[in-house]
C-alpha cells in the first residue's frame, strides 16, 4: 500500500494534517487505553538516535528472528509503500492486516473526541498488530526526539539504544548537541540497561548523566574496539571486540552501527534471550536495509544513500572516498527546505564532476531549479556541470548517458533525502530492466 493509498484511506479518522509532529503522549495514551495499552505487554527494545536507528534496529531485529523469535519492527519513513514501517520477521503487515487495524481505532474512538497525529496513528497501528501477531519481542524506532515521541509511551522496555545523535530537526529539539541530546535521553527509563553510541561527547555526557540518575546501567562501545577489515562485493568485514563479522551494509559508520547492534544483543542474551553466536552472525550477514548507502546497480555502479543532514552527509562521503577513490562520479541530489543545505551541499560537491537536481517533495522540497543555483554558487572555480530535472525518468536518462561516456567504474549517486531516494529506487529498478528489454 503506497502512502498516499494509504492517507486517502485514513481520511476519515481525526488525524493532524500530514506532515505535522505533535510532540507528546496525551493523544496517543488515550487512544492506546481504548486497547488495554498492548505497548506495556510487549518486550520492546526501544532505539532512539539521529542518524543509524533504523539500521541498527534492522540489525537487532534480524538477529531475534534469526534466532527463532517472532519479531514486529517498526521503523519509519517507509521508502516505497506504508506496510515497509510494520514487519514481521522482515515480511511487511498486509493491506487487509491494515485495514482491519484502521477498522478497529475507528470503531473504538466512535463517539470520542480523541484525536492523533498521523505518527501516532501509525505507532498504534504497529502495537495493536504486533499484540495480534503475538510477537515474541518487539523492536521500536523512536519517529522524532524521545522524550515526547509516541513510541515513548513504552514504560518498561526489556532494553533501550540511543544511536549516532547529530543535528536535525532543530526546530523541536533544541540548537545544541546537549540539547539534542536530552530528548534523546528522554526514552531511558529507571533499572533498564542501556547501550550508546561512542561519540559526540556532549551527547555521551547527557546520556550517562540521565542513565546515573535512572539507576539505569548502561554501556559505551568503544571506537577501539571497531576495525575494518575489508570489502567483499557489496558486504564487509570487520572484527568488534577480536570478533570477526560479516556485514550486508556498506559504509564504514554501519560498521559502528553494527557494534551497537552487537552489544544490544550481548545485553539480550544476559537478560535471558536464546541468542546462539550463529544466530547474530547470520543476522548482520543477512541484514537487509534499503536506501541506506545500497549499491542498486553496475555499470554503472548506482548507490543510493538516505543521507538528509550534514551527519549523514559526511559519513556517504567518506564511504564514497572509501570505496570509490578513482572513480568518475555523477550526483543526482533533493534536499529539504529546512535543511541545513547550504554546508550539506558544501561537504560533498567536491566529489562530483556533474551535478542533476531534482525536487524531492512538492511542498517541503527545495525547487530542483533553485539547489542547482546554490550548486553553481557553491562550486565557484570547480569545474562542475550542474542542470535541474522535472522528473525522475528526465534524471535517470541524463545520468546513463553521462556514464556511457565515463571508465566502467562511473558511479551515480542519489542522496539527500529519505523522500527522493524512496521514489528513485523504485525507478531505478524499473529503468534498468526496460533498458535490459531493449
Known sequence: MKDVEYRELTKALPTSPEGKWELGLHNIRRLMELFDNPQD???????????????????????????????GLYTSPSLVRFNERIRINGEEVSDDQLLKTVDRIQTAIAGTD?????????????????????????????????????????KSPVL?????????????????????????????KYCVPLVIYPEPQEAVEVLTETADRLNAPMRKVGQEDIEHLERKGRQQIFSYKGKTYCLNLLGRHQEVNAS??????????????????????????????????????????????????????????YSIE???????????????????????????LPLFEKVITLTPDPHRGMPAVQLAQLVRA?????????????????????????????????????????????????????????????
Not at 536506501?291 to 559519513?315: C, K, M, T, Y
Request: with cysteine.
Open 160 to 188: 533501550t539504544v540511543v544511536t549516532k545523535i547529530a543535528y536535525d530537526h532543530q526546530q523541536y529539539l533544541g540548537n545544541t548537541l546537549t540539547a539534542i541530546a536530552h530528548e534523546k535521553a528522554g526514552i531511558i
Open 41 to 71: 505487554k510487549l518486550p520492546t527494545v526501544h532505539i532512539a538516535g539521529t542518524n543509524g536507528k533504523g539500521s541498527t534496529a534492522s540489525m537487532i531485529a534480524n538477529a531475534l528472528q534469526e534466532a527463532g523469535y517472532k519479531v
Open 260 to 317: 551497537v547492534a552487537l552489544e544490544a544483543l550481548q545485553w539480550l542474551q544476559e537478560l535471558g534471550f536464546k541468542l546462539s553466536e550463529e544466530a547474530i552472525r547470520k543476522g548482520l550477514s543477512q541484514v537487509n536495509w534499503p536506501g541506506r548507502f545500497e549499491w542498486v546497480h553496475h555499470q554503472p555502479d548506482i548507490v543510493i544513500d538516505g543521507s538528509h543532514n550534514l551527519d549523514g552527509i559526511r559519513a556517504l562521503r
Open 114 to 154: 480523541i484525536h492523533f497525529s498521523e505518527f501516532e496513528l501509525f505507532t498504534s497501528l504497529a502495537w495493536l498488530i504486533f499484540e495480534e501477531e503475538k510477537c515474541d519481542v518487539v523492536v521500536l524506532e523512536v519517529g522524532l526526539g524521545g522524550r515526547l515521541d509516541a513510541t515513548n509511551l513504552v
Open 322 to 348: 572509501s570505496y570509490f577513490p578513482s572513480a568518475p562520479r555523477l550526483a543526482i541530489m533533493g534536499m529539504m527546505k529546512d535543511k541545513d543545505v547550504t554546508r550539506m551541499v558544501g561537504e560533498v
Open 378 to 438: 557553491l562550486a565557484g572555480t570547480q569545474h562542475v556541470g550542474v542542470s535541474s530535472c522535472h522528473s525522475m525518468d528526465e534524471a535517470l536518462d541524463k545520468a546513463y548517458l553521462w556514464s556511457k561516456y565515463q571508465d566502467d567504474d562511473a558511479l551515480i549517486c542519489v542522496f539527500g533525502s529519505l523522500y527522493l531516494v524512496g521514489d528513485l529506487r523504485k525507478e531505478v529498478f524499473r529503468y534498468s530492466s526496460s533498458k535490459n528489454e531493449n
